[in-house]
């Protein structure tokens, strides 16, 4: 990597343990005031490893808000005014693939987008932004991930297409079936439009996505228990909280990719 002549700030959205205060040195909650309202909580602001960081509670505090509740633009737009140049959203998942394993870790390269009740873009006055997603990840984070899994043997997937569904429900064993024949290879019910918002305000996003369990396409004896379920939850953010701290460390130079001028040229 070549030496990078800007200031990195790391931004964090999901439900990893950064928001504590034990963790980072000159920590700070602020209430960010954004034209789009209140975000999903009080933003967490401190320095790690000489890398500046703001971590956001995607659902609230309390666990509170439904996905889509969630104020996805003030949550980026907060980053942004913040000065944060990389986000790294971390998010449970459910597994459409037998060799996609609860546990596992998936640096998705690509989305399908079923959610319908969401705002996905800030420009809605004279300026339309057509932003390109064609590619919707930044690659150089993601590369980041797997150097780091590799190193902790987490076991980890460096592609994948999720499905972002409009949520609160769970899919239904048709939607499930019919997302293995649309390729997707795991599905959530957040990443959707928070990639898409980071990529119009020019800020590079990656998703560390951890799954839980199998969708309802696999058939169980019995089902999964909740017991079965946490602990599965707090090995991934176990790990997803590992890896960040690799990507800290190495994240202190960097490679354009041209994440951050994508805007520049899908304005009409």
């Known amino acids: 990597m070549t030496e990078n002549i800007r200031k990195i700030k790391l931004g964090i959205i999901g439900g990893t343990g950064f928001e ?3 963790l980072l040195s000159n920590y700070e909650k602020k209430k960010v005031h954004t034209p789009y309202g209140a ?4 933003v967490v602001t401190g320095t790690i490893d000489g890398v500046d960081l703001a971590a956001i509670s995607r659902h609230g505090e309390s666990h509170t808000l439904i996905p889509g509740n969630v104020n996805f633009r003030a949550n980026i737009w907060a980053m942004k005014d913040l000065g944060v140049t990389h986000i790294i959203g971390t998010t449970a998942c459910g597994s459409l693939r037998e060799d996609i394993k609860p546990g596992d870790l998936v640096f998705v390269d690509q989305f399908i987008d079923r959610s319908y009740k969401r705002e996905q873009t800030f420009y809605e ?3 339309t932004c057509h932003i390109t997603m064609a590619e919707p990840f930044c690659f150089n984070l993601r590369k980041l991930f797997m150097n780091g899994a590799k190193k902790m ?3 980890f997937h460096e592609k994948g297409t999720m499905v972002s569904i409009e949520g609160p429900r769970f899919s239904t ?4 079936h019919l997302f293995r024949q649309w390729g997707c290879d795991v599905v959530n019910m957040t990443i959707v439009p928070e990639c898409i918002l980071a990529r119009e305000v020019g800020i590079h996003y990656a998703s ?4 839980t369990d ?3 396409w696999k058939e169980r ?3 999964l228990s909740v017991d079965e379920i946490m602990a599965t939850i707090e090995k991934n953010t176990s790990s997803g909280e590992k890896l960040i701290f690799d990507v800290l460390k190495h994240i202190k130079s960097w490679d354009d990719c041209g994440c951050d001028v994508a805007y520049q040229y899908a304005m009409l």
Do not use: N
Not at 208 to 211: D, L, Q, S, T
């Open 20 to 22: 504590d205060a034990d």
């Open 153 to 155: 043997k987490v076991p």
């Open 208 to 211: 560390i996505a951890m799954v």
């Open 214 to 216: 199998y969708d309802c």
């Open 173 to 176: 064993k048709a939607e499930s």
């Open 39 to 42: 975000t999903s909580d009080l």
């Open 221 to 223: 004896d019995g089902g």
């Open 125 to 127: 006055g004279t300026l």
